[in-house]
């Protein structure tokens, strides 16, 4: 009987792995995730603007990503939909071409 291949990765405390083994596994399990059609959590910092007309909101991360709402939640709500939609939107320009991700520690 086959054993099917977990998707945790590594713990980086384990003294047998080294780090950048341990970074290339949690790489590797990303791109697998993208691959196989697995939601990603993603998490942007946006800038609210108040005024007597709701709630402006964008996205400093993602140029030109705006939206806005009623309130704080449905502005909030209605930003995140907007992310996604500029994702996918920048995802399929990208289809076909020659893309690599790097990954970034701050």
Known sequence: MGVSPSLAAPSADDPHLDREAVQGVRSALGQRRILEGMPQVLRY??????????????CPGLPGCWSQGQDEREALDNIADAIREYLAAVSETLSGGDVREVEVTV
Request: a negative charge.
């Open 45 to 58: 910092k946006v800038v609210l603007v108040h005024s007597d007309e709701g709630v402006a909101v964008s």
